[in-house]
């Protein structure tokens, strides 16, 4: 079943320009991808309550049972430059940090560069931003519930906002929190790209912890993990005092502080 009547009244066009729902999509990235090719104003919102074809970063995969996640991607069309599209994604990731934060009881939410949602240290979300010409899909996944999901021995390690909580989260309200917030941080995004940054940084999960970064175009790289550049880019202090500016890779914390 998708969101209320009386959510979708208040998100449209208010905060929205319109909000299609699908029980079933290949992926809700694709869907919307097919809407910024039809010429859809901005913020346009494709949520689905599951996927065939469900993507992460690099063809990976992305899981979420029918019932138990927010799937959901938005067309925007930033008139910014272009440099500074690659922080919408992280953008996205301070949202879903704000918004879900106040669902989760107290466990600590921070983003591991560049925008995975930990909950308690766990992975409950991600995010896929991909660039169309002069629109961006920002692809959004998050666990709300999956008690009685049972998952995979490569998601042993995800957690969901209901896990963390110790009880039922309502994906209607996280859906209406998370639009609220992304709307306002994306209207002062375009003002100022670069502003939210140091929210972003307060948020980080990775800052000022031993990282191995592996690339896909280039070697892997192993230090600490110093600074968000100013275009998103985590910049890594290696062990023989150089710096590595890694603008896409994998993360993997290596030990606590
Ligand atoms: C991401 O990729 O984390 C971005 C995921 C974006 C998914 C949303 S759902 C709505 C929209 N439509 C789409 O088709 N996609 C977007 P990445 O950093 O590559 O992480 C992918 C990896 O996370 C997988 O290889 C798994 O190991 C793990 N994974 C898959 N499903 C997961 C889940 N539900 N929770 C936690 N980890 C998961």
Known sequence: MGPPEALVRSLVPAVL???????????????AAEAARRGVPEVHAVLADRQTAGRGRLGRSWHAPAGTSLLLSLVVRPEVPVPVLSLLPLLAGVA????????CSGATVGLKWPN??????????????????????IGIGCNVD????????????ATSLAEAVGGTVDRWRVLAA????????????????????????ARSATLGRQVRITRH???????????IG????????????????????????LRPL
């Open 146 to 157: 999956w008690r009685a999901v049972e998952r995979p021995p490569e998601l042993a390690g």
């Open 178 to 201: 998370l639009v609220g917030v992304f709307g306002n941080r994306y209207r002062a995004w375009k003002a100022e790209p670069g502003a939210f940054l140091d929210d972003y940084q």
């Open 217 to 227: 175009s280039a070697p892997a790289v192993e230090g600490l993990a110093c600074a």
């Open 230 to 253: 100013p275009d998103g880019s985590l910049v890594v202090r290696t062990p023989d005092g150089a710096t590595v500016r890694c603008s896409a890779g994998d993360v993997e914390h």
């Open 96 to 103: 879903l940090a704000e918004a879900v934060e106040p669902f």
């Open 116 to 137: 995975d949602l930990l909950v308690g240290g766990r992975k409950a979300a991600g995010i896929l931003g991909e660039e169309l010409g002069g629109a961006v899909v």
């Open 17 to 31: 320009s319109d909000l299609e729902w699908h029980d079933e999509v290949s992926s809700t990235n694709a869907l």
